[in-house]
């Protein structure tokens, strides 16, 4: 590749480059100097870090690139041991030319390093303590993608080097354990860096290598549940006493409250399936009783035993773990358990579990061993017949989302609708209640306040007619104050109602809201749940044609969607899926430059007026059309590139 001696000065980097050589020397600065670079050059200064560091002693050794010394042993890194193979898979193709890889910790201690970058810039610690401003430092800070030029460093011999860094996260908690760094020449002109997409390829398959090298037990249980879910829309989950994995079609037919007196009836079925033994320590303590014959409203139906499945499953329903709140209940279970068909290894057992009162399905469940222990247990729900169905309206609420805050608010509003009372839902705009309201009760009739009086449909509740009133906040009060009076009247109206807050309530509205607070619901917000954004993402998907790949995402792209604050929430969201479903014209993966300004660039750190959000979107259309090169964007603009720098601080003040 091209070397920082034969690229053409670039403009803003021989400033830049002046810039620091003042800030040295102790002088005054000229405008236009980024903050940010400033601050990390006084930092380094702070840290006592010398310029024309040469010590051999951060000099990783030729001769043994990929074992500096002082480096956490293999044996020590589980990130090293996960990340060495693909590495090394990646090596010779910066193995050719003056470019660098390399593998840090969290801590910033280099791992893993290989091939050759002007200045030797490989050190065995790349800390800002130790070396000053660098890109792994900035992804590690902004877990996201980080790219540091020439000058913009503070060490002497890393003054023509280039370097992209991209955070390594956690598969399971999303906690930063290292980044992928690649160093090569200077080349600030070419945006972005021209080593970008191998960083983000080989920070993506060291994520995925950490997922498949989670633990055995688990990953045991996981290959179960995604052989049992091999089958289109079957209801799946697989319990292992402290993790769930829940289908899609699951999610459909239990609530909250019956998946834990599924999991309740599971553990301790499976306690007396291990005959006591602790279950490879996932969760199921000693013995217990848990006799099927004399479980509460057992019956004896056998159940046939289920075969072996097809070794190389492929999942076709999507899946999220969710963290188990409840743990075992040494107590007798309210789920009935019917007796077991006698087969040779208890894993291939059947139990058929019926569920409380109130939860339309039962379960079959199926144990899972691992190494002479049962280590959970996979269950396909099947609903109850037509004639033990639920009454219409008061089912099983299907939306997408396995976020505590998001389950818990489904699971209380389920609960409530089961009484034919009125129930409130309150939440942002966007969030979800229309949706909510017809899972709920499907067969409703609908009047939205903000688009016309509810005049006669009132004369339907008055009836015992269900009704939904979208946007009460908009009712009239002569309307509002007529609910009031029905419902004095009717306290037991099938109603259900839909609450944005705004502006304060007037007394006769206030009145309507205090009386429906006792059966009254939250949603939260998108942004207090970003974790159901992915799960979102694919229930929003338009289907796409035949022979077409469904959409998916970059996990950069991932990244920025769960970081935007989304104040349309649901919504909002739904709008840019269909967006970049219907316009773009490239395959593969939607990538975080496909995405709009205001997602892609992250949101602003502060309330921004009318004036300086398009002030702000216009500034970062430009950038975008400018290849993010801050000189050329001022120019397109019209405006000195100290006064772009001083407007996106203070977009972020």
């Not at 908690?173 to 972005?192: D, I, K, N, Q, W």
């Not at 222990?373 to 939306?399: F, K, W």
């Not at 400018?626 to 120019?635: I, L």
Request: proline content about 10%; some cysteine.
């Amino acid at each position: 590749m091209t070397t920082a001696e034969h690229l053409p000065a670039h403009p803003a980097l021989a400033s830049l480059r002046r810039a620091r050589e003042l800030f040295l020397e102790g002088r005054q600065l000229p405008d236009g100097v980024p903050e940010e670079i400033v601050a990390a050059w006084r930092r380094a200064r702070f840290f006592g870090v010398r310029r024309d560091l040469q010590d051999s002693a951060t000099d990783a050794p030729r001769e043994a690139a990929d074992t500096p010394r002082n480096a956490v042993r293999p044996d020590e890194s589980a990130l090293l041991a996960a990340a060495r193979p693909v590495l090394e898979r990646l090596a010779p193709a910066v193995g050719t030319g003056r470019t660098a890889l390399l593998l840090t910790d969290e801590r910033l201690r280099v791992l893993w390093a290989t091939g050759c970058a002007p200045g030797d810039p490989r050190c065995e610690d790349l800390s800002e303590q130790l070396v000053g401003n660098n890109s792994a430092v900035l992804a590690l800070r902004t877990r996201r993608r980080a790219e540091v030029h020439g000058p913009e460093h503070f060490l002497d011999l890393w003054q023509d080097v280039s370097a992209v860094s991209v955070p390594v996260l956690a598969p399971e908690t999303g906690r930063t354990l290292g980044t992928v760094t690649v160093t090569s020449g200077l080349c600030a002109e070419c945006a972005p860096h021209p080593w970008a997409s191998l960083a983000e390829a080989a920070a993506g398959a060291v994520e995925a290598e950490l997922l498949a090298r989670s633990q055995p037990a688990e990953r045991v249980l996981l290959d179960a549940y995604l052989r049992a879910a091999r089958e289109q829309g079957q209801a799946v989950l697989a319990l292992d006493g402290r993790n769930r994995l829940v289908s899609e079609a699951a999610g459909r037919l239990l609530s909250p409250e019956g998946l834990e007196a599924l999991e309740r009836g599971v553990v301790a079925l499976l306690r007396d399936a291990d005959g006591g033994r602790r279950a490879g320590g996932v969760g199921f303590p000693g013995p217990t009783e848990c006799d099927p014959e004399s479980a509460p409203g057992a019956v004896s139906e056998a159940v046939p035993g289920t075969t072996g499945p097809d070794p190389e499953p492929t999942p076709t329903t999507p899946t999220q773990p969710v963290p188990s709140t409840t743990g075992p209940d040494p107590e007798p279970t309210p789920a009935a358990v019917t007796r077991a068909v006698s087969v040779t290894d208890v894993a291939s057992n059947s139990y058929r579990i019926r569920l409380p009162d109130g939860v339309r399905c039962s379960a079959t469940v199926t144990p899972v061993s691992h190494r002479g222990s049962v280590i959970g247990a996979v269950a396909v729900l099947e609903p109850l017949g037509a004639n033990t169905a639920a009454p219409v309206g008061r089912g099983v609420v299907a939306l997408a989302g396995r976020s505590v805050p998001w389950r818990h608010a489904v699971g209380r509003a389920t609960e409530l609708a089961r009484s034919p009372e009125p129930l409130l839902l309150v939440g942002e705009r966007g969030t979800g209640k229309t949706a909510l309201a017809h899972e709920l009760a499907p067969e409703l009739l609908v009047v939205d306040a903000a688009k016309g009086e509810p005049g006669s449909l009132i004369d339907e509740l008055a009836e015992d007619h269900a009704l939904l009133i979208r946007h009460v906040e908009r009712l009239t009060q002569p309307d509002t104050a007529a609910l009031n009076s029905l419902l004095e009247t009717h306290p037991s109206a099938p109603l259900l109602v839909t609450y944005t807050p705004g502006t304060p309530p007037g007394p006769c509205l206030q009145r309507l809201l205090d009386s429906l607070a006792a059966r009254s619901v939250t949603l939260p917000a998108l942004r207090e749940r970003p974790e159901d954004v992915r799960e979102l993402l694919t229930a929003l998907a338009p289907k796409p044609a035949p022979g077409q790949p469904p959409l998916t995402w970059t996990l950069d792209a991932l990244r920025a969607l769960e970081q935007h604050p989304w104040p349309g929430n649901v919504t909002e969201l739904a709008h840019v899926v269909r967006a970049l479903a219907e316009q773009r014209r490239v395959s593969g993966p939607v990538r975080r430059a496909e995405l709009p300004d205001a997602v892609r660039e992250g949101p602003a750190a502060r309330r921004l007026s009318p004036m300086e959000h398009a002030e702000r979107s216009a500034i970062l259309e430009a950038l975008r059309r400018n290849g993010g090169n801050k000189a050329r964007t001022a120019a397109s603009l019209g405006i000195a590139r100290a006064t772009l720098y001083r407007k996106l601080r203070g977009y972020q003040g």
